[in-house]
């Protein structure tokens, strides 16, 4: 079974700020699910990866597959910002391989 | 695109007593997910179906617990009889295609058992 440990559990950041979080995993995978939880529960796809890195607005993603570790960055931090991500690993071709990081609460104050 | 539908939002129930939780996944997509969100355990996966049919329940945790999916456009978790340990908040999300597709989650069902 993968062991999914993302660091840090919580982050207080000031608006602006550069944001990194950790996601490292046990066993390799096929893909990595990058998750952001709103604070009124909500669950929204951030990234699907497998390889290098993606980017989408000021979020950036990177996985390292040899060193079995993801990151997710924030650039220019704002308060809506504010929430909980949530790495998920997908191990071998189907979904049920799917094993979540127990999230990092993040919270921008401006 | 409605995106994915769950209902109730909201269930109070009483131990003992049937819940049945309900989803409605995005038209079009063939893989639906059930999972359950604690604060103990974060979130985990229950069961999965792909084109209705189920693949992997070993996430469910008990006998209590039952899923269906009749046909493309609906789902449904059961637990019967609910204790108050299954207080959870319930997710459906849904795909289309790959595995490594995004998947579309609903707002999800907070259940409360007394």
């Known amino acids: 079974k993968n062991e999914v440990e993302q660091s840090p559990q919580n982050l207080t950041a000031q608006e602006g700020e550069f944001i990194t979080i950790n996601c490292s995993y046990s066993?390799?995978?096929?893909?990595l699910h990058w998750l952001q939880q709103h604070p009124g529960g909500g669950i929204v796809s951030l990234f699907m990866?497998?390889?290098g890195k993606k980017k989408h607005g000021r979020l950036i993603a990177t996985i390292n597959i040899q060193e079995k570790h993801s990151s997710l960055h924030i650039t220019a931090s704002h308060p809506r910002d504010s929430a909980v991500y949530i790495c998920?690993?997908?191990?071998?071709?189907?979904?049920?391989?799917?094993?979540f990081g127990k999230g990092t609460h993040l919270i921008i104050q401006p | 695109d409605a995106g994915v539908i769950q209902s109730p939002r909201h269930e109070v129930t009483e131990m003992g007593q049937e819940v049945t939780l309900r989803c409605k996944p995005i038209?079009?997509?063939?893989?639906l997910f059930w999972y359950r969100q604690t604060m103990m355990r974060g979130l985990e996966l229950l069961i999965y179906?792909?084109?209705?049919?189920?693949?992997?329940d070993s996430g469910m945790p008990e006998d209590r617990f039952s899923a269906k999916m009749p046909n493309a456009s609906f789902s449904t978790l059961k637990i019967q009889p609910s204790e108050p340990r299954d207080s959870a908040v319930y997710f459906c999300?849904?795909?289309?295609?790959?595995?490594?597709?995004?998947?579309?989650f609903g707002p999800g069902t907070r259940l409360t058992v007394l």
């Open positions: 990866l497998s390889s």
């Open positions: 179906f792909n084109n209705n049919v189920p693949i992997d």
């Open positions: 066993v390799g995978i096929s893909a």
């Open positions: 999300a849904s795909l289309a295609g790959s595995a490594h597709n995004e998947q579309f």
């Open positions: 998920a690993a997908l191990s071998g071709g189907g979904a049920d391989g799917l094993t």
């Open positions: 038209s079009g997509h063939n893989s």
